[in-house]
């Protein structure tokens, strides 16, 4: 079946430490892979995405990386600060259904003073 | 530039009743997505609206359907609430239909089934 499996469900860092969140995926033929930080309160919103042709790709303090042969990408935070706390998502495409996207379980970050 | 925006934020309803949700899309979007979140969960595909054509469809029943207006906007209606119902639901506009690209999305819609 289809399935984004996410890990850590949850994960506490020291202000200015780093935070890797890791993803694994079924399909082999799912070619984009967006990330979504969602806050308290509010819906999901996109931080960053990769698609299938490229390996890494990074925006300031936040990168994200992908190895399709393991079938799995991961998202980095560099030099967290307080915000951001939240809940980040990852996600993929399903191969049952072109328009649906799968989300992870979601991973709670928080950041410790 | 006016973002995605969902109304009601929250409502109760009891079981067996009907709810419907709205939503408007961020402009220049004709895509709109319909998700439920179950607390500490991801959220869910129920289904899709391209230009007023459902564009596919996760595993919701039947009594989960749609709409989508010449304006873009997308209302969720769900008949027959079970208490498993109870959830956030997200609307999410994009620029294109699919699944490959960006989402986004509203604050949602609260609904709780007694």
């Known amino acids: 079946g289809e399935n984004v499996e996410q890990h850590p469900s949850t994960l506490s860092v020291q202000e200015g430490d780093s935070a890797v969140i890791k993803c694994t995926y079924s399909d082999s033929a799912s070619n984009y892979f967006p990330w979504y930080k969602q806050e308290l309160g509010k819906g999901p919103q996109l931080i960053i995405d990769?698609?299938?042709?490229?390996g890494e790709k990074k925006d300031q303090r936040i990168a994200v990386t992908l190895n399709k042969t393991a079938k799995h990408f991961s998202l980095h935070i560099t030099e967290t600060q307080p915000e951001d706390s939240a809940v980040y998502f990852c996600a993929a495409p399903s191969w049952s259904s072109a328009s649906k996207i799968i989300f992870g379980s979601g991973t709670r970050l928080s950041i410790r003073p | 530039e006016t973002g995605v925006t969902q109304s009601p934020t929250h409502l109760i309803k009891t079981r067996g009743q009907q709810v419907t949700l709205r939503c408007s899309s961020q402009?220049?979007?004709?895509?709109v997505s319909w998700y439920q979140q179950a607390l500490g969960q991801g959220p869910q595909f129920i289904f899709q609206?391209?230009?007023?054509?459902?564009?596919g469809r996760g595993n919701f029943p039947p009594r989960f359907s749609g709409l989508q207006f010449p304006n873009y906007s997308s209302e969720l209606n769900v008949n027959a609430l079970e208490l498993d119902d109870s959830a956030l639901y997200l609307c999410?506009?994009?620029?294109?239909?699919?699944?490959?690209?960006?989402?986004?999305f509203g604050e949602g819609s609260r609904l709780t089934v007694l």
């Open positions: 999410a506009s994009s620029l294109v239909s699919g699944g490959t690209g960006e989402l986004f």
């Open positions: 402009s220049g979007h004709n895509t």
């Open positions: 990769i698609r299938s042709n490229v």
């Open positions: 609206y391209y230009r007023e054509e459902e564009n």
